[in-house]
């Protein structure tokens, strides 16, 4: 079975879009890998390692590897900033309409010389650099700051820009993609906790949610005390946010874990902080874990029971009102910063992606799989599901899920070869 | 090449998270060499004491977080390497010329920072003790 | 010969204005075995490189240093542009002058530039060639077992194209699996039927694996089958032996029940409990049953299903009243918390406590007494019928299987450390693979994307039948080489063996194929015997020693 010049679009390059896309490079096939962003990696790209003095597990670490690999992987082929607008044709011969939103910098001309930011003339400037973790590592010109974009003349930083990787007479660029196979690896949206306005997201600002926890410490690498004249912090994370409840009739897998993990590190940086995790039923299975629960029994506190108010007085701490089944009352608690553990959602836009590639989305609105132990297999052949797309996943099952899908993939493939051939 | 501090980097840990620490704009002592090595268990005694021997005035070895090398054991036995050489010049009466092992992940270049800070406070009171 | 080292220094687009570009190329210009310094604003681009790869060609150069941005993303593209000049990729050593240098420091950087260059020249004065040679490997694989996990595999490897032995000890395939069919929710037999038909795959029950030498590609494994020894070769090898389980009525647990109690079949597990459900000649229909889990062990996933699935069932087959007894629902898996609505819908009673419940036999039936922690009560049910917590363990045989194969456990005894580099099924050693509930991480669907998994990563190994690798990367040096076993033991891929080279004295040999250039090996020669081309230790020291100099 010569798969050799078969390609294959991966829709997504999340991790697991990444972990499919790298098996079928590997496997000789040519892959184009579809990105809506200007960086790849998806959300777990800007997860912080939450190592005490021992690795705990999180895997974020593994994600940037992989990125790198996929990134330099002859075989792979990155279109960012683009988008599937049509698909035509059928397994073994789809068709798919890309279109690819300009960017004005080249990512592939860009060479990170930061020369166009020293002239940019706004404050704050409307040319920058990515995230320190981002990849391609290229700048971004915003188009809300820009004096360009209201209709001024200025061209002060293509002038600069060694490489002419500034252009903007750009327009949106339209390709066409003849493809054997398609694997959707769309990843999801963070559930918005605004959502849950009782618990304050969004209007204090010490409420965050677990995802802007992983980016405080990705970029600060630590966590700044939110009350200054405090010697000691009080943490809490509040567990099922967006999961577990009425819109949402599932757990998200991630969540009990990465508030332990997050919760691990703040006490490892600050042994004075106090953590108290507010859950339903604690996650704990997994392969590693167990020896790291032990350990958090002993330092976080424990209290079973989701809080439903967060009010902040005036001193700018928050209190928490919640249910004491231990004692069976309602208690208040107050806190320096409250953390949201926020959910996997499906992405808002999976309406319109299963419009264009003809596939359906299941009762709770990711992706569906059209056999109960087939997790990757969507109604229509040749398209496949890798990831959280399909439902909520922690980093190594998306990994292991996009190695599936590719797997999958091939056989698909050498199977409609050998049927097409007669062979 | 007094005042340098040799720094061994782990290929999958210290060297990208140095990178990172870069491209974020975080400073760190001038001082520092950079050395890139596959892994962290690739330094031996000698390398790390014949840095000393030309003049460095110290040595780190970075490599990844205990449970997470690529190579499962390489940062342990970079750690014994460490303690060992650590001892030898203890016993053969070198002070002030610390020798030091950090363990972070390729994404931490804060922990990165740490280590290179750290090492110089040592050796700024290191000098002042004596 | 003294070697003809270029350096390209790469300004950035001249972004680098903290090293003064003239005055470091001047200075490189003057470092022994320089032949040319060229200063290229865009080496990032297409157009540099072609700029690069003549300037290599112009000045005959045959050792080449970059100083530019990291070789993270570089090293790779500017290798390649050395092979297009004519010369090995390894030939190239970069000094990265931009992020550890330019942007991690304030003020004028020159002088650490140059450093950096010196030792990168220095080094690259000793770099040798590396070839590259396509090598045979075997196209077959062993599955170690016979349940579903290994039946599995073994179908999908005949899909693909491979062929496969299935190794199982018990007498026949499948026989800690046929119990557990339902309640997994998988046909097992029509699998070994399928199995069975297939010319693919090899079945030898009865037999175990006693010896296994070798490497990825070329493993040589002994099978004692009923007394009989047999030798193989394999590609690779997966390990999917499955998991064990125990009811937990152990000393040391508040469970207090005697052996009648279980003997009259009061006290079950989960997969009983299940053949009692399917079971249409069943005498008498238990009214009330509790169930117990999560208490002794928090890898909770499988009796969390099955007790939602049992309760279920129950309540349908039998409308018998039920309770449940546990810490905390595991429910981060597909469906799961669907049917834990469903079950509490039904009228499954949950009552969840922070301490394991005490059980006792009582006037023939069994009570079992917990604090549940939203009634805040001492609560006691008597049933006629407990499914009972079961302890998850690793198969008997994993232990010796483990040290015949020098693979790592994890910290619960099962196979594959809890590194989160070897996720999802590798193991530290190339070519060895662990599948399913023997990695101590029990569920249907997980199981299934191990399987592919392992399947791919086989796949992409052996299929074709050669793997490219660098030869002699890493080597003993035959002359040095005492054969004092060091490296053997200390490799952790394994990929050491002893050997005879060209009929001589036994020495360490590297396998090309199994090593992953990692280093250890020649750290901890006594001899310093071993070469690893790129950080030799000359390599190494003279770039310490290139500090100096400046």
Redesign the interface.
């Known amino acids: ?1 010569d798969l050799e010049n078969k390609c294959v679009l991966v829709v997504g390059s999340g991790i697991s879009g990444i972990a499919s896309a790298l ?1 079928l490079g ?2 000789g096939l040519h892959v184009y890998l579809l990105e809506k962003e200007a960086a790849v990696g998806g959300h777990a790209a800007s997860f912080c390692c939450k190592a005490t003095d021992v ?1 705990s ?3 974020a ?2 994600v940037r ?1 992989k990125i ?1 690999e996929a ?2 992987h002859p075989q792979v082929r990155l279109l960012t900033n683009s988008t599937i607008r049509e698909l035509d044709g059928k397994l073994g011969d789809f068709r798919v309409e890309i279109t690819q939103q300009p960017r004005y910098i080249d990512e ?2 860009c ?5 166009c930011t020293e002239v940019c003339p706004t404050e704050p400037k409307a040319i920058y650099p990515p995230a320190a973790e981002a ?1 391609p590592f290229s700048y971004i010109l915003d188009e809300g700051l820009c004096v360009r974009f209201k209709g001024e003349k200025c061209d002060l930083c293509q002038e600069s ?3 002419k990787a500034i252009q903007f007479e750009v327009k949106a660029k339209e390709q066409e993609l003849s493809v054997g196979a398609i694997i959707v690896a769309t990843g999801f949206d963070v559930f918005d906790a605004r959502e849950k306005g009782s618990l304050g997201y969004g209007r204090y600002p010490n409420v965050v949610t677990g995802l802007d926890l992983e980016r405080t410490f990705s970029r600060e690498g630590y966590l700044r005390p939110t009350v200054s004249n405090k010697e000691s912090q009080n943490i809490a994370f509040i567990q099922c946010i967006g999961s ?1 409840d009425q819109g949402h ?5 991630v969540c ?1 874990k990465y508030a332990m993990k997050l919760a691990g590190l703040i006490k490892y940086q600050s042994p004075d902080t106090q953590v108290t995790i507010f859950y339903i ?8 874990f ?2 790291f ?1 032990e350990e958090y029994k002993e330092s976080i506190r424990f209290v ?1 029971g989701v809080p439903v108010e967060v009010l902040q007085d005036a001193s700018g701490e928050l209190e928490v009102k919640f249910e004491d ?2 004692q ?1 009352k309602v208690c208040r608690d107050t806190f320096d910063l409250v953390v949201l553990s926020v959910g996997i959602s499906p992405r808002k836009d999976s309406w319109d992606l299963a419009r264009i590639l003809g596939i359906n989305l299941a009762d709770d609105g990711f992706f569906d799989i059209a056999e ?2 087939n ?1 990757d297999e969507t109604n229509v052949d040749g398209i496949l599901l890798a990831g959280t797309c399909q ?2 996943r922690d980093i ?2 998306s ?3 996009g ?2 899908a ?3 993939v ?2 698909i493939l ?1 199977e409609f070869a050998s049927r097409r051939t007669g062979s | ?1 007094n005042g ?1 501090i ?1 720094a061994f980097c782990c290929e999958h840990s210290a ?2 998270a ?2 990172l ?3 974020l ?4 002592p ?1 001082t520092l ?7 962290a ?4 005694v ?2 790390m004491l ?2 000393l021997e ?3 005035s110290a040595v780190l070895v970075l490599g990844c977080e205990d ?8 940062n342990i ?1 970079a750690r014994e ?1 460490v303690k060992h050489c650590d001892m030898l010049l203890r016993e053969i009466g070198i002070d002030g010329r610390p020798v030091v092992m950090f363990n972070l992940s390729p994404n931490a270049p804060h922990k990165f920072v740490k280590a290179a800070n750290e090492i110089t406070k040592i050796i700024k009171e290191s000098r002042e003790a004596r | 010969m003294e070697a003809k080292i270029g350096v390209f220094l790469c300004n ?5 204005k903290n090293i003064d570009f003239d005055a470091a190329g001047a200075k490189v210009a003057k470092i022994r075995g320089v032949a040319c310094v060229d200063l290229i ?2 080496l ?2 297409e157009e540099g490189r072609e700029k690069m790869a003549a300037g290599i060609r112009a000045e005959n150069l045959d050792r080449v240093v970059v100083a530019a ?5 570089k090293e ?1 593209v500017l290798g390649q542009v050395l092979e297009n000049a004519g010369l090995d990729g390894h030939l190239l050593c970069m000094a ?1 002058i ?3 240098c ?6 004028d ?1 020159t002088e ?1 530039a140059v ?2 260059m010196n ?1 990168a020249v220095n080094k690259a004065r000793l770099l040798q060639p590396v070839e590259k040679q396509d090598i045979a490997v075997d196209r077959e694989v062993l599955v170690v077992g016979g349940g579903f996990s290994a039946v599995a595999s073994a179908l ?1 490897f005949s ?3 491979l062929r496969s032995t299935l190794l199982e000890k018990e007498v026949v395939l499948g026989t800690a699996t046929r119990e557990l069919e339902g309640l997994h ?2 046909d097992i037999c029509s699998m070994i039927d399928a199995v069975e038909g297939d010319t693919n795959i090899e079945i030898l029950t009865s037999g175990r694996m006693t010896t296994a030498k070798g490497t990825i590609g070329d493993f040589t494994v002994t099978i004692t089958k009923e007394g009989e020894e047999i030798s193989r070769k394999y590609g690779a090898i997966v390990l999917a032996t499955g998991y064990r389980t125990e009811l937990a009525l152990g000393s040391g647990l508040e469970l207090r029940a005697d052996e009648e109690a279980i003997s009259r079949a009061k006290i079950v597990s989960q997969e009983q409990l299940f053949g009692m459900l399917n079971d249409p000649f069943i005498d008498t229909k238990p009214k009330t049953i509790g169930f117990v889990f999560g208490f002794s062990d ?4 499988f009796p969390t299903l099955a007790t939602l699935n049992n309760a279920l069932a129950a309540k349908k087959e039998w409308d018998s009243e039920i309770y449940v007894f546990c ?6 898996s ?1 469906g ?3 049917l834990y ?1 469903e079950a509490r819908e039904c009228g499954v009673v949950f009552l ?1 406590c922070e301490v394991l419940p005490r059980i006792a036999v009582d006037n023939g039936r069994i009570a079992i007494e917990a604090e549940d ?2 009634l ?1 009560e001492d609560t006691i049910v008597a049933c006629d019928l407990l499914v009972a917590e079961e302890l998850l363990f690793p198969t008997e045989g994993t232990a010796a299987l483990s040290s015949l194969l020098n693979i ?1 456990l ?3 005894g ?1 196979y ?6 070897l ?3 590798a193991s ?1 050693k190339k070519g060895v693979f662990l599948v399913g509930g023997c ?3 029990l569920d ?3 199981v ?3 399987i ?2 392992a ?3 086989i ?2 190994l052996l299929l074709s039948g050669t793997i490219t690798v660098e030869i002699e990367r890493v080597k003993a040096d035959p002359q040095k080489c005492v054969a004092c076993l060091t490296c053997i033991r ?1 490799c ?2 394994g990929a050491i063996q002893l050997g005879r080279v060209d009929g001589g004295k036994e020495i360490a040999v590297i396998v090309d194929l199994a090593c ?5 090996c ?3 020669c006594p001899a310093k015997a071993i070469d ?1 081309q ?2 030799r ?1 000359d390599q ?2 003279a ?3 290139a ?2 100099e ?1």
């Open positions: 079975m098996e590997n496997a690795c597990g999180c895997s670490c593994v590897d790198k990134v330099l592939e001309r060479i990170a010389c930061g020369l990849t820009c060694p490489t577990r009739g599932y757990c998200s897998h009990c039923d604690l996650q704990t299975a997994g392969k590693g167990a020896q629960h079973r089944v231990c069976g109960p132990l997790s439902g909520p190594p099952d990994i292991a899920h190695i599936a590719a797997s999958k091939i056989h050498s | 090449m340098r040799i060297y990208p140095a990178d620490a870069g491209k704009g975080l400073h760190y001038e060499r950079i050395i890139r090595v596959p892994c268990g690739r330094v031996d000698i390398h014949r840095a030309k003049g460095a449970g997470a090398c690529h190579h499962i054991t390489g036995r390497r | 950035c687009g001249g972004g680098m604003s865009d990032c681009l941005c990291s070789p993270e993303f790779h990265n931009r992020e550890q330019s942007w991690a420091h304030e003020g950087v650490k450093e950096l030792m999908q899909r693909v194209g929710g998988f928090e890898n909770s996933r810490k905390d629902v595991e429910v981060d597909e799961v918390e669907k609505r969840k922690v939203f805040g790592l994890d910290s619960r099962f594959q450390d809890e590194n989160v580099h996720y999802p099924v530290e990695r101590g991480d249907t669907g997980r299934l994307t191990d592919s998994s399947v791919m990563s796949d992409k200390v952790p891929h992953d250039a990692c280093g250890i020649a750290a901890v690893f790129g950080y230790d190494l020291l770039q310490i020693e500090i100096e400046s």
